[in-house]
């Protein structure tokens, strides 16, 4: 099983990004996938989640009307659109696949997301 994040990086206040979650070794059509992130000194926090053929999504307060979480099933792939990022917005993100009904979770490594002047 591997998930690989991609596409953080540097960028500006209000600026955007796009994060991706590469996934495989497992059925990924069947799995809920979030995003969470963790700063500095703050514990892990959930920000985005889409259910397995992506028909629900969930956010937290903190990012709605900014990011926007997708996926392509034909791509095994799960995104995070982010945009008008804030200094906030700093930490390293993760992806998450769960399978409830099996009691099966697998994380990625993360990927730095910088927001700075």
């Known amino acids: 099983v591997q998930l690989v994040e991609s596409g953080g990086g540097l960028v500006q206040p209000g600026g955007s990004l796009r994060l991706s979650c590469a996934a495989s070794g497992f059925t990924f059509s069947s799995y809920v996938m979030s995003w969470h992130r963790q700063a500095p000194g703050k514990e892990r926090e959930l920000v985005a989640v889409i259910g397995s053929y992506g028909a629900s999504t969930n956010y937290a307060d903190s990012v709605k009307g900014r990011f926007t979480i997708s996926r392509d099933n034909g791509k095994n792939t799960v995104y995070l659109q982010m945009n008008s990022l804030k200094a906030e917005d700093t930490a390293v993100y993760y992806c998450?696949?769960?399978?409830?009904?099996?009691?099966?979770?697998?994380w990625g490594q993360g990927t730095q997301v910088t927001v700075s002047s």
């Open positions: 998450k696949a769960s399978l409830r009904s099996e009691n099966k979770a697998y």
